[in-house]
């Protein structure tokens, strides 16, 4: 059921990027700061964006709860293949076949990686030492990401800002997970007398911010990507270093998931290489 859950958190992931890019990439020369905020909150795309977003974080935290780390968030890459079909079908994008035959290849590596890895075990809760000690590495790794992106070609300003993008939502990952098990272990009310659900509202503004950054940058076949690859590699590492995940110990399979690995990011990078041209879109749902 978590895997279930995980699909459809990226599917609402895939309809918020590409809806808020196209909204926020449409915005007239010179909107920038409080003035781009207003638009965007005037455009029924962006705003269905933002919906779908809600809805993925729902499905995200069923999974999280019900899943490991390790498996949930790499499931999220199929975020790359909905994004592409919703592209074609919504906006009538044209997609070349590579494209295609990109999404076959990320789905394929996808599912061999998940499969001979077996990720296993581990716990709901870490110690506080490790939340600090994580989030100091991974949230200090963002910082630079984002203090490089303030100069450089629009390419480079998005690859970055997707970069710490992704770094801060496999953080956020983390957190939830550890919400959902103190919403399970104390209820709803008492909740908020715990740490984690406060980490979550800040990790969200944050992530939305980078992210919102990384669209607004550059082009989307930079951007997305790299936030979508770079959050299960964050996340893995999360996964054994928080809650004690573990994989296969059986050299074949650890074989066969490095090279399921090898294979995603050769689709990632060939989607990244033919995803359609951005296309004037209207800003309205119809």
């Given at each position: 059921m978590s895997e279930l859950f995980a699909l459809l958190a990226a599917l609402g992931n895939a309809s918020n990027v590409v809806t808020q890019?196209?909204?926020?990439?449409?915005?007239?020369?010179g909107v920038k700061g409080k003035r781009l905020i207003f638009y965007l909150f005037s455009q029924p795309m962006w705003l269905f964006g933002a919906g779908a977003l809600i809805a993925?974080?729902?499905?995200?935290?069923?999974?999280l709860h019900l899943g490991a780390l390790s498996i949930v968030q790499p499931l999220l890459v199929a975020e790359l293949v909905f994004a592409l079909l919703i592209r074609r079908v919504w906006f009538h994008h044209q997609v070349s076949a590579l494209a295609w035959w990109s999404a076959v290849i990320t789905c394929l590596g996808l599912a061999i990686f998940i499969v001979?890895?077996?990720?296993?075990?581990?716990?709901?809760?870490?110690?506080?030492?490790?939340?600090?000690?994580?989030?100091?590495?991974?949230?200090?790794?963002a910082a630079v990401m984002v203090a490089l992106a303030r100069v450089g070609s629009p390419s480079v300003k998005a690859a970055l800002y997707g970069c710490a993008s992704g770094v801060v939502w496999?953080?956020?990952?983390g957190f939830i997970k550890s919400m959902t098990d103190t919403l399970?272990?104390?209820?709803?009310?008492?909740?908020?007398?715990?740490?984690?659900?406060?980490?979550?509202?800040?990790?969200?503004i944050i992530g939305n911010f980078l992210m919102q950054a990384a669209l607004h940058a550059g082009p989307?076949?930079?951007?997305?990507?790299?936030m979508?690859?770079?959050?299960?590699?964050?996340?893995?590492?999360?996964g054994v270093w928080l809650f004690g995940e573990k994989f296969t110990d059986d050299p074949l399979r650890i074989?066969?998931?490095?090279?399921?690995?090898?294979v995603l990011a050769v689709g990632i990078v060939m989607m990244t290489r033919h995803a359609p041209s951005e296309n004037p879109v209207p800003t309205s749902l119809t």
């Open positions: 890019h196209l909204s926020s990439r449409s915005a007239p020369d993925a974080f729902v499905f995200q935290a069923l999974a001979a890895s077996e990720p296993n075990g581990g716990r709901m809760t870490a110690s506080t030492s490790e939340w600090l000690s994580s989030t100091l590495v991974f949230g200090g790794i496999a953080l956020e990952a399970a272990a104390y209820g709803l009310f008492k909740m908020f007398a715990h740490w984690p659900v406060y980490a979550v509202i800040v990790g969200g989307l076949n930079v951007s997305s990507p790299i979508v690859a770079t959050d299960p590699v964050v996340s893995v590492a999360l074989a066969l998931s490095a090279a399921g690995f090898a």
